[in-house]
C-alpha cells in the first residue's frame, strides 16, 4: 500500500517515508505548519491572540503564526560576508555618517583604513595556467586526457595501493583501457608530480624523564612533531581564487564584531589582519584495541565567510600540524602531567613560530582577487574544549581559563576580572627566578615557565576561547546536568513513558525507547531532545524546576542563533539570570549540593565572546570533531600501523595534490565562457578513503612549487 503526500502528491511506501519528506521539504513542511495554524486559529483565536499579547521575543515562545517576525530578527547570514553581530536601528532613528545601511534596516560601519592592495599580482592557479601554458601542455598534464584524470582521480579516492595494483594489473584494465601508468607505484609518481600545498617536515625532540634506569641514567623519550608552516597555508587560504566571493578583507563593525576593528587600529594603516583561527583536540585512532592518538591541530583564517568554513569538503579549515602524543613514561606519574603541559606548550611554540615575525612585520601574500596585500596574521580565535582551553591557559581545571574567579565561587553570577597575559607571564617569570607569588596559587597556575602565547603579537590567549555548544551546553550542561535533574525528580520509568508516548510531527524526533537506555548521545541527538524536553516536563516537576528547565534551553537556543542583535544578547543575560534566581529549588529538593560547575560558570562569558567574535556557530568544536574523520582516522586507516605519522602525512600529502587538481580544474571552467559539455562534471574532492597503505615512503622535505618565482 502506497503512501501520498498531500501537498506534492509524491508516493512513499511508508508512513514514516512521508514524515521524513515532509520535514526534509521546505514547501511541503510550511504548507503542514499552515495546515495547523489555521487549525488553531479556527479552535482557539481569541487565546492565541491574548497569549501572544503579553510574551516577549523567546526562540521557544515562538509561534508559527509569528514564524515570518521571528525570521526578520534572526535572518539568514549573507554567504558573502562573515556574519557575526549586527544591531537593528530602531524606526526614526538617524543612522551617523559613514555607517551603510544594509537590507532589512541592518546597518554598519565600514573601516577604511585597512585591506589596502598594493599592486596587481597573479594568484597560484593563474600563474600556473601560464606555466602550463609556456610548456605547451594541457590542464589534463601529467595524465594524457579527462578520463585518465578522471580515473586517477577515483584510485587515489577509493582504493588503497594494494588494491589500486590489483585493479591496474586486470587484463581488462591493462587492454582496453591501456592507462599511461601500469602498477601503483608508475601511477604514484603521476600523483606526485602534482602540485600540493604547504610541504610536512619532522622535528625529533628528545624529553628527559625524572626517572633513572639501572645505571643510574636519566630515562629519556624521543617524540616527533610533525608540521607546516602555518604561513605558506595561510597563503593558501587567502590566495584561494574559489573562495574570492567568500573573502573579506577588511572589517566592517556589526558584520565581523569588535575584535576585528579593535585590532585594525594596533596594525599600520592599509595593512591587512587575517584573523587566525586555531584549533586542537587529541583523537583516539585504534578501535576496539590500542591505544593510538593523534593530536592534530587545524587552522583557519576569518576572511573566510563561516558558511564555507563550515563545509568540509571545501577545505577553508586545513592541518598544519600533529602534535607528540606520546605517554612520557620516562616521568614518575605525578610529575607526567606537568611534562605534557609543557611538551605541547613547546611544540605549539615551534609550529607557530613563523607567526610571531608574521603578526610584526606583515607579509605580502597574493589574496583569492588577485591583488596583493600586506597581510597581519593575528591569532583571533582557539576552539577548543575546557580540559584543552586549560591545558593553553597554564591553569589547573578547576579554575576558570579565561577569568580570576575563585574556585569555589564558580556557581555564583559573579563579575570577575579577566586573566591578562602580561600579569601572567610576570607571575609565571617570578616563579622560574625562586619567587613564590601570592598569585600563583591564587590563580590556580602551572608551572609552564615559556607558554606558546607569550611572544604571539596583539594577541589575548585568555580573551581568543570562544563558547564551545557541543562540549558546554549541548553535552554538558544540558545532557550531563539538566537531564540528570530531572531524571533524578521525576524517575527514569516515568521520563521513559513520557518519550514513548510523544505524538508525531514532521521535524521533532520521536524516542520510540525512551531515552535511558541509551549510553553515548551525539550532539544532534542532544539537539532533538531539546526541542521537546520542556513540553515532556510539564505536570511531572515542580513549577519552579520548570522555570530552571526553561532558562537553561533558552540560554541555548540564544547562544545559537547565527544573527545576533541587541535584543537577542540581552535574552542570554537574562536567561543565565534566571537560572541562578531559581536554581536554589534544585537544593532544595536535594537534588545538588552546590552549583560550583566549570562548564556552568563558562556561560557566563558568552556575551563578551560573542561581542567581539561574533555568533557562536562560527567557533563550535563540532568542525574539528568532524575534521578528525579525514584527517586523522582514516588517514591512520590507510597506514600500516607501523611508524605512521610519516606515512600519514604522506597520504595527506597526496589528497591534498589530487583535491587542488581538482580545485584548479573548477577554478578553469569558471573562467571559461563556453565550457565544453563533457567538462561539466563538479570536480569537488573528499578525502573519504578507508584504504591500507603498503609502507612508508620519504615525504618530501620541500614543496613542490606550482611555478618557481622568476
Same mark, same amino acid.
Given at each position: 500500500?502506497?503512501?501520498?503526500?498531500?501537498?506534492?502528491?509524491?508516493?512513499?511506501?511508508?508512513?514514516?517515508?512521508?514524515?521524513?519528506?515532509?520535514?526534509?521539504?521546505?514547501?511541503?513542511?510550511?504548507?503542514?505548519? &499552515?495546515?495547523?495554524?489555521?487549525?488553531? &486559529?479556527?479552535?482557539?483565536? !481569541?487565546?492565541?491572540?491574548?497569549?501572544?499579547?503579553?510574551?516577549?521575543?523567546?526562540?521557544?515562545?515562538?509561534?508559527?503564526?509569528?514564524?515570518?517576525?521571528?525570521?526578520?530578527?534572526?535572518?539568514?547570514?549573507?554567504?558573502?560576508?562573515?556574519?557575526? %553581530?549586527?544591531?537593528?536601528?530602531?524606526?526614526?532613528?538617524?543612522?551617523?555618517?559613514?555607517? %551603510?545601511?544594509?537590507?532589512?534596516?541592518?546597518?554598519?560601519? /565600514?573601516?577604511?583604513?585597512?585591506?589596502?592592495?598594493?599592486?596587481?599580482?597573479?594568484?597560484?592557479?593563474?600563474?600556473?595556467? *601560464?606555466?602550463?601554458?609556456?610548456?605547451?601542455?594541457?590542464?589534463?598534464?601529467?595524465?594524457?586526457?579527462?578520463?585518465?584524470?578522471?580515473?586517477?582521480?577515483?584510485?587515489?579516492?577509493?582504493?588503497?595501493?594494494?588494491?589500486?595494483?590489483?585493479?591496474?594489473?586486470?587484463?581488462?584494465?591493462?587492454?582496453?583501457?591501456?592507462?599511461?601508468?601500469?602498477?601503483?607505484?608508475?601511477?604514484?609518481?603521476?600523483?606526485?608530480?602534482?602540485?600540493?600545498?604547504?610541504?610536512?617536515?619532522?622535528?625529533?625532540?628528545?624529553?628527559?624523564?625524572?626517572?633513572?634506569?639501572?645505571?643510574?641514567?636519566?630515562?629519556?623519550?624521543?617524540?616527533?612533531?610533525?608540521?607546516?608552516?602555518?604561513?605558506?597555508?595561510?597563503?593558501?587560504? @587567502?590566495?584561494?581564487?574559489? #573562495?574570492?566571493? +567568500?573573502?573579506?578583507?577588511?572589517?566592517?563593525?556589526?558584520?565581523?564584531?569588535?575584535?576585528?576593528?579593535?585590532?585594525?587600529?594596533? %596594525?599600520?594603516?592599509?595593512?591587512?589582519?587575517?584573523? @587566525? @583561527?586555531?584549533?586542537?583536540? *587529541?583523537?583516539?585512532?585504534? +578501535?576496539?584495541?590500542?591505544?593510538?592518538?593523534?593530536?592534530?591541530?587545524?587552522?583557519?583564517?576569518?576572511?573566510?565567510?563561516?558558511?564555507?568554513?563550515? /563545509?568540509?569538503?571545501?577545505?577553508?579549515?586545513?592541518?598544519?600540524?600533529?602534535?607528540?602524543?606520546?605517554? &612520557?613514561?620516562?616521568?614518575?606519574?605525578?610529575?607526567?602531567?606537568?611534562?605534557?603541559?609543557?611538551?605541547?606548550?613547546?611544540?605549539?611554540?615551534? &609550529?607557530?613560530?613563523?607567526?610571531?615575525?608574521?603578526?610584526?612585520?606583515?607579509?605580502?601574500?597574493?589574496?583569492?582577487?588577485?591583488?596583493?596585500?600586506?597581510?597581519?596574521?593575528?591569532?583571533?580565535?582557539? $576552539?577548543?574544549? #575546557?580540559?584543552? /582551553?586549560?591545558?593553553?591557559?597554564?591553569?589547573?581545571?578547576? =579554575?576558570?581559563?579565561?577569568?580570576?574567579?575563585?574556585?569555589?565561587?564558580?556557581?555564583?553570577?559573579?563579575?570577575?576580572?579577566?586573566?591578562?597575559?602580561?600579569?601572567?607571564?610576570?607571575?609565571?617569570?617570578?616563579?622560574?627566578?625562586?619567587?613564590?607569588?601570592?598569585?600563583?596559587?591564587?590563580?590556580?597556575?602551572?608551572?609552564?615557565?615559556?607558554?606558546?602565547?607569550?611572544?604571539? !603579537?596583539?594577541?589575548?590567549?585568555?580573551?581568543?576561547?570562544?563558547?564551545?555548544?557541543?562540549?558546554?551546553?549541548?553535552?554538558?550542561?544540558?545532557?550531563?546536568?539538566?537531564?540528570?535533574?530531572?531524571?533524578?525528580? $521525576?524517575?527514569?520509568?516515568?521520563?521513559?513513558?513520557?518519550?514513548?508516548?510523544?505524538?508525531?510531527?514532521?521535524?521533532?524526533?520521536?524516542?520510540?525507547?525512551?531515552?535511558?537506555?541509551?549510553? /553515548?548521545?551525539?550532539?544532534?541527538?542532544?539537539?532533538?531532545?531539546?526541542?521537546? #524536553?520542556?513540553?515532556?516536563?510539564?505536570?511531572?516537576?515542580?513549577?519552579?524546576?520548570?522555570? $530552571?528547565? =526553561?532558562?537553561?534551553?533558552?540560554?541555548?537556543?540564544?547562544?545559537q542563533l547565527r544573527v545576533h542583535s541587541t535584543e537577542s544578547l540581552n535574552g542570554l543575560e537574562n536567561s543565565l539570570a534566571i537560572f541562578h534566581a531559581n536554581k536554589d529549588v534544585l537544593q532544595q529538593l536535594d537534588i545538588r549540593e552546590h552549583f560550583n560547575i566549570p562548564k556552568l560558570h563558562q556561560l557566563s562569558h558568552y556575551v563578551k565572546s560573542i561581542l567581539l567574535f561574533g555568533a557562536t556557530d562560527g567557533f563550535n568544536s563540532e568542525l574539528p570533531e568532524r575534521l578528525h574523520i579525514d584527517f586523522a582516522k582514516e588517514v591512520y586507516?590507510?597506514?600500516?600501523?607501523?611508524?605512521?605519522?610519516?606515512?600519514?602525512?604522506?597520504?595527506?600529502?597526496?589528497?591534498?595534490? $589530487?583535491?587542488?587538481?581538482?580545485?584548479?580544474?573548477?577554478?578553469?571552467?569558471?573562467?571559461?565562457?563556453?565550457?565544453?559539455?563533457?567538462?561539466?562534471?563538479?570536480?569537488?574532492?573528499?578525502?573519504?578513503?578507508?584504504?591500507?597503505?603498503?609502507?612508508?615512503?620519504? %615525504?618530501?622535505?620541500?614543496?613542490?612549487? @606550482?611555478?618557481?618565482?622568476?
Amino acid at each position: 500500500m502506497s503512501h501520498c503526500c498531500t501537498f506534492c502528491g509524491k508516493e512513499f511506501p511508508t508512513r514514516g517515508g512521508i514524515k521524513r519528506h515532509i520535514a526534509n521539504r521546505p514547501k511541503c513542511r510550511r504548507a503542514w505548519e &499552515l495546515t495547523i495554524e489555521e487549525k488553531d &486559529l479556527e479552535d482557539n483565536a !481569541p487565546s492565541m491572540e491574548n497569549h501572544d499579547a503579553g510574551n516577549s521575543f523567546s526562540p521557544l515562545r515562538r509561534s508559527r503564526s509569528n514564524s515570518f517576525q521571528a525570521d526578520e530578527l534572526n535572518p539568514p547570514a549573507p554567504k558573502s560576508r562573515c556574519v557575526t %553581530v549586527e544591531d537593528v536601528a530602531d524606526e526614526g532613528e538617524v543612522v551617523d555618517e559613514g555607517e %551603510v545601511v544594509g537590507g532589512g534596516g541592518r546597518y554598519f560601519k /565600514q573601516c577604511s583604513d585597512g585591506g589596502w592592495a598594493l599592486r596587481e599580482g597573479e594568484t597560484e592557479f593563474e600563474r600556473y595556467r *601560464k606555466y602550463k601554458e609556456g610548456m605547451g601542455e594541457d590542464e589534463w598534464a601529467p595524465f594524457c586526457d579527462e578520463e585518465e584524470w578522471g580515473l586517477g582521480e577515483w584510485l587515489v579516492k577509493s582504493l588503497g595501493q594494494t588494491r589500486t595494483d590489483e585493479f591496474l594489473k586486470l587484463p581488462i584494465t591493462r587492454n582496453r583501457m591501456q592507462a599511461s601508468f601500469h602498477n601503483n607505484r608508475s601511477f604514484l609518481k603521476k600523483i606526485d608530480e602534482l602540485p600540493h600545498g604547504a610541504a610536512w617536515s619532522c622535528k625529533k625532540i628528545s624529553v628527559q624523564g625524572n626517572r633513572t634506569d639501572e645505571k643510574g641514567e636519566p630515562l629519556h623519550e624521543d617524540v616527533e612533531l610533525w608540521m607546516r608552516n602555518p604561513i605558506e597555508c595561510i597563503k593558501d587560504l @587567502i590566495g584561494n581564487p574559489l #573562495f574570492k566571493d +567568500q573573502m573579506v578583507y577588511t572589517p566592517a563593525r556589526a558584520w565581523t564584531a569588535d575584535w576585528w576593528c579593535d585590532m585594525q587600529k594596533k %596594525v599600520p594603516e592599509g595593512a591587512t589582519i587575517a584573523p @587566525i @583561527i586555531l584549533a586542537t583536540d *587529541k583523537t583516539s585512532l585504534s +578501535q576496539f584495541r590500542g591505544d593510538k592518538t593523534a593530536y592534530p591541530v587545524y587552522l583557519s583564517i576569518g576572511n573566510i565567510a563561516k558558511e564555507k568554513q563550515r /563545509q568540509t569538503s571545501a577545505r577553508a579549515t586545513v592541518l598544519i600540524g600533529y602534535l607528540p602524543s606520546g605517554k &612520557l613514561d620516562c616521568f614518575t606519574p605525578d610529575e607526567r602531567s606537568l611534562a605534557n603541559y609543557r611538551l605541547f606548550h613547546h611544540c605549539m611554540s615551534l &609550529l607557530l613560530q613563523p607567526l610571531v615575525a608574521a603578526g610584526e612585520d606583515g607579509v605580502e601574500m597574493v589574496c583569492a582577487d588577485s591583488l596583493i596585500r600586506r597581510v597581519y596574521p593575528i591569532l583571533a580565535a582557539y $576552539v577548543a574544549d #575546557f580540559p584543552e /582551553q586549560c591545558l593553553v591557559a597554564c591553569c589547573k581545571e578547576n =579554575r576558570c581559563p579565561k577569568c580570576v574567579v575563585a574556585a569555589d565561587e564558580r556557581g555564583d553570577p559573579l563579575d570577575a576580572p579577566m586573566r591578562d597575559p602580561a600579569v601572567i607571564k610576570r607571575i609565571l617569570d617570578k616563579r622560574k627566578t625562586g619567587h613564590h607569588p601570592a598569585e600563583f596559587e591564587e590563580f590556580g597556575l602551572r608551572t609552564v615557565y615559556a607558554p606558546f602565547w607569550a611572544n604571539l !603579537p596583539h594577541s589575548n590567549i585568555f580573551l581568543v576561547f570562544t563558547p564551545d555548544l557541543l562540549h558546554q551546553l549541548h553535552k554538558g550542561i544540558f545532557k550531563d546536568h539538566l537531564v540528570k535533574w530531572c531524571l533524578d525528580i $521525576v524517575g527514569e520509568e516515568e521520563m521513559d513513558a513520557r518519550f514513548k508516548v510523544m505524538p508525531d510531527y514532521a521535524g521533532l524526533r520521536h524516542f520510540k525507547k525512551g531515552i535511558s537506555m541509551v549510553k /553515548q548521545w551525539t550532539g544532534t541527538e542532544h539537539k532533538e531532545m531539546q526541542r521537546v #524536553f520542556v513540553g515532556l516536563l510539564a505536570g511531572a516537576v515542580p513549577s519552579q524546576v520548570l522555570v $530552571v528547565a =526553561r532558562a537553561i534551553l533558552d540560554f541555548s537556543y540564544y547562544a545559537q542563533l547565527r544573527v545576533h542583535s541587541t535584543e537577542s544578547l540581552n535574552g542570554l543575560e537574562n536567561s543565565l539570570a534566571i537560572f541562578h534566581a531559581n536554581k536554589d529549588v534544585l537544593q532544595q529538593l536535594d537534588i545538588r549540593e552546590h552549583f560550583n560547575i566549570p562548564k556552568l560558570h563558562q556561560l557566563s562569558h558568552y556575551v563578551k565572546s560573542i561581542l567581539l567574535f561574533g555568533a557562536t556557530d562560527g567557533f563550535n568544536s563540532e568542525l574539528p570533531e568532524r575534521l578528525h574523520i579525514d584527517f586523522a582516522k582514516e588517514v591512520y586507516r590507510a597506514s600500516n600501523k607501523r611508524d605512521y605519522e610519516e606515512q600519514m602525512a604522506l597520504w595527506l600529502q597526496r589528497q591534498e595534490a $589530487v583535491f587542488l587538481r581538482g580545485s584548479y580544474l573548477n577554478w578553469l571552467l569558471e573562467q571559461s565562457q563556453s565550457a565544453p559539455t563533457n567538462f561539466t562534471r563538479d570536480r569537488g574532492y573528499d578525502s573519504d578513503s578507508d584504504s591500507e597503505m603498503e609502507g612508508p615512503d620519504a %615525504v618530501p622535505v620541500n614543496t613542490l612549487p @606550482i611555478l618557481p618565482e622568476q
